[in-house]
């Protein structure tokens, strides 16, 4: 746009204006961008249900990557360091409002008992998290959504592998009872 | 009746599809997976789920917004010395990365009329010094690019128009979209010109207006002087 006085740049930003900074700390963002944004956005919506939300935890979430930026490139897998960051921070969003995160619950219990349409799989993990320690709120998103092992959880959180059992197991237990059926979760 | 909730299958985990496709997986390991991917059904679905992913980002948080709000959140928070290590990296992605003062315009040194309530607009230039925050008084050097971020606090549209003497010309209108508006702009003009922006909870028409009291009931509304 062309008027007297004023012309809009359009798509100005960060097109633009990347042009003329340090061409290697705009690649640096720009990486991590085109490599994991995708990935903890994705994360952030499946977790939270809001957009809204989600856009500001995808922010916080790489916030807290520049900060500790030495430790996400020794990460033996960046994409497993940031992703578990971006689990962390949503639940801790989640276990913020734990009450309306059950409620969601227990519509899904009601409607069960009403053999309605269930949600899927993983919404199910989503939902049933709510009922699980903070530590078995991890392992069980790193086992039921990114579907590692329980060799690869225990490997990559630092515990025992008979104590990532012993959590993923706390979280179906928890399960079987909210839903009152008999749950299957892979190698358990 | 039983219910499956998944977990690792024999061969397949879709973090290890991501780290294959983000170029984490070396050697043996990523030719066995690559091997395995290719003809397993999961994890096709798991690929295309990642896909999906893609579009969806660069549909809700395009780059230029995305480093805007990254900036600014390492700008507002308590860590100067790192906001300043960052901030080449602002500059180059042609961000609002200021560690210092808020340059806002606060009604009380520079408004004439009222702005109430929380909301607020923060003016960046990007010139040949890099990008920064535009100060009170500060002329606006010739070719300076302008860049408008809102912070609208819960008010649902933004309108913002340029008035220069016997011209008033539309920056935006539209949601009231929290941190910097896609649009950059260039000020070719000279003098003195004001930047109006109205933060409201009912539609503006950013077309009617021609100061503020064109802003509808209860709106907020800001000037930034503009001087060259």
Redesign the interface.
């Known amino acids: 746009m062309n008027v007297r006085g004023l012309r809009v740049v359009v798509g100005g930003r960060a097109g633009e204006l990347a042009a003329s900074g340090t061409p290697a700390a705009a690649g640096l963002l720009a990486e991590l961008y085109e490599k994991h944004a995708a990935a903890v956005y994705g994360r952030c919506r499946y977790l939270l249900k809001d957009d809204a939300e989600a856009k500001d935890a995808l922010q916080d979430v790489f916030v807290k990557v520049l900060r500790a930026l030495s430790e996400f490139r020794a990460a033996a897998s960046p994409t497993t360091w940031i992703l578990r960051i971006a689990t962390h921070h949503c639940l801790n969003l989640l276990r913020a409002r734990r009450a309306l995160w059950r409620d969601q619950l227990r519509m899904v219990q009601g409607g069960r008992r009403q053999e309605t349409e269930s949600p899927d799989r993983r919404e199910l993990v989503r939902l049933l998290l709510a009922l699980a320690s903070e530590e078995a709120q991890e392992i069980a998103v790193l086992y039921f959504v990114d579907e590692l092992t329980q060799a690869e959880i225990a490997q990559e959180t630092g515990r025992s592998l008979p104590t990532v059992r012993k959590r993923l197991r706390e979280f179906l237990v928890c399960a079987r009872e909210a839903l009152g059926i008999e749950l299957e979760g892979g190698d358990l | 009746?039983?219910?499956?909730?998944?977990?690792?299958?024999p061969g397949?985990?879709?973090?290890?599809v991501?780290?294959l496709l983000?170029g984490?997986l070396t050697g043996a390991e990523k030719e066995r997976t690559e091997a395995h991917v290719a003809s397993c059904a999961r994890c096709t679905a798991v690929q295309e789920?990642?896909a999906a992913?893609?579009e969806?980002?660069r549909r809700?948080?395009p780059?230029?917004q995305?480093?805007?709000?990254?900036a600014e959140?390492?700008a507002h928070?308590p860590?100067r010395s790192?906001a300043g290590r960052?901030a080449?990296?602002a500059?180059?992605?042609?961000?609002a990365l200021i560690a210092g003062t808020l340059l806002v315009r606060r009604p009380a040194e520079t408004e004439t009329v009222r702005s109430k309530g929380p909301a607020s607009a923060r003016l960046f230039v990007?010139d040949?010094r890099?990008?920064h925050e535009l100060a009170p008084g500060e002329p606006v050097g010739e070719g300076a690019?302008i860049?408008l971020s809102l912070q609208p606090a819960g008010r649902k549209r933004a309108a913002a128009v340029?008035i220069?003497p016997g011209?008033t010309?539309v920056?935006y209108e539209g949601p009231a979209l929290n941190g910097?508006l896609?649009?950059?702009?260039?000020?070719?003009?000279s003098g003195v010109?004001t930047l109006l922006v109205v933060l409201s909870d009912t539609k503006v028409d950013a077309r009617s207006i021609r100061s503020a009291a064109d802003a509808p009931p209860g709106a907020d509304v800001l000037q930034i002087q503009l001087l060259r």
């Open positions: 009746m039983n219910l499956d909730l998944g977990g690792p299958g397949c985990s879709s973090l290890r991501r780290r983000a984490e789920e990642i992913e893609r969806t980002l809700d948080v780059f230029p995305f480093a805007a709000a990254v959140k390492l928070r860590q790192f960052w080449p990296l500059a180059a992605a042609g961000l990007q040949q890099g990008v690019r860049l340029l220069e011209e010309s920056i910097t896609p649009q950059a702009f260039e000020w070719t003009g010109a």
